[in-house]
């Protein structure tokens, strides 16, 4: 009997179609259709927070092969407002990128303004990052702003409590979460607009189920692991995210919230996790660093000055190609921006070939072989 998480490709494929193609162990390579084109997973996404991923122009983003990006609703609802974009548009021709855009809720900024914040049931009260002017957020409010950016997929308003949060909080936090899900489940999407709930829970495995059932009875078209990366345990992280995953239906996408380093996502695949998100590899890049088979690279260091090798050698990106390590080093030490522009090229490539590598693996039913070697290979962030 064929197994009934794989399913045969859609003929004309709409948006929210979701179609398991293989599977190894937990992992899986899957298809999700959006309104502007489909994503193959597993598949690291980009982040463009305020509409744009740092240093990078869209036709590269997809020349490295990039399919999906980030946009922030939280950042983008203040500067420069979603009336103006949508009155340019939308977001997709605002920033000159058409493929499939994701928007965060501005949830996490609940979690990451914490202490300016107060959380009650109906919304976040909190002082803006840009002019300290009071401001409110609500599950209506973040959703109706990520309808008039017309992104491809929307995300629920969550609570993010943080790790090492009392159980009680971290209970209060999954039910304010459900409820939220609910009022934005009411709301109106945009044509074609996907929208994700998010499951909460801390590391606590009983509320990670309840959760889990709250979000999932709602039928969104995807869910989201949330409320990990936190400050736990990476173990723990890891162990949490796949008894999560294993909650989640198997014929809907499934989206770790905020994990970048090559570890980390490799471990996250293995849970059947399709799609991560992060801001590290720009982060890096903008301070210096490569990502690389032996580890983080800081281009700073003094061992770099005369090392004609290229950030590594197993990269095949423009970067590495192209210039030595001696030559991004006198850039970055020279404040030049071409050097945060290369190492920036680079990290991106680096964690889109390692999914598309990862893919093939899973394709190829060896995957638990590729994430042995993988992680061997790997330091331990």
């Known amino acids: 009997m064929p197994d ?34 489909s994503v193959t997973t597993p598949m690291f996404m980009p982040v463009g927070t305020k509409a744009s991923v740092k240093a990078m122009d869209p036709r590269e983003l997809a020349e490295l092969g990039a399919r999906i990006v980030l946009g922030n609703t939280y950042h983008l609802h203040f500067r420069p407002g979603e009336e103006l974009i949508a009155e340019l548009g939308g977001l997709h021709r605002f920033m000159g990128w058409d493929g499939p855009i994701l928007t965060d809720s501005g949830g996490f900024q609940v979690f990451s303004l914490l202490d300016t914040a107060r959380v009650d049931d109906e919304g976040v009260t909190f002082r803006s990052v840009y002019d300290g002017a009071p401001a409110r957020f609500t599950p209506e409010l973040a959703m109706g ?81 949330g409320g990990l990366s936190v400050g736990e345990d990476r173990d723990t992280t890891f162990a949490v995210t796949a008894a999560t995953a294993r909650l989640l239906p198997p014929d809907r996408p499934r989206y770790f919230m905020g994990i970048g380093d090559p570890e980390g996502i490799l471990r996250v695949i293995a849970a059947g996790v399709d799609l991560f998100d992060c801001v590290l590899p720009t982060r890096l890049g903008r301070t210096g660093s490569a990502l ?27 970067t590495c190609t192209r210039f030595s390590r001696a030559y991004i080093r006198h850039l970055i030490s020279q404040d030049e921006v071409l050097g945060l522009r290369l190492l920036t090229v680079h990290n991106l490539t680096f964690l889109i070939a390692l999914c598309q590598n990862a893919r093939a693996a899973i394709e190829e039913g060896r995957f638990a072989a590729f994430l042995a070697g993988a992680l061997a290979r790997l330091p331990r962030v």
């Open 4 to 37: 009934p998480v794989l399913s045969a490709p859609l003929a004309d494929p709409v948006p929210g179609s979701f179609t398991v193609e293989a599977t190894d162990g937990a992992a899986r390579v899957a298809t999700l259709q959006t309104a502007h084109g």
């Open 292 to 318: 690389s088979w032996d580890g983080r690279l800081n281009l700073r260091n003094a061992r770099f000055a005369r090392d004609p090798a290229p950030l590594d050698a197993d990269c095949g990106c423009p």
């Open 145 to 225: 702003v990520q309808r008039a950016l017309g992104s491809d997929i929307a995300m629920c308003f969550d609570e993010c409590p943080p790790g090492g949060a009392p159980r009680e909080a971290v209970a209060r936090a999954v039910a304010r979460t459900g409820a939220w899900a609910r009022r934005c489940r009411e709301t109106e999407p945009a044509p074609g607009q996907l929208r994700f709930g998010i499951v909460q829970g801390g590391v606590d495995l009983e509320l990670r189920r309840e959760s889990a059932e709250q979000i999932v009875a709602l039928g969104f078209d995807g869910h989201a692991i």
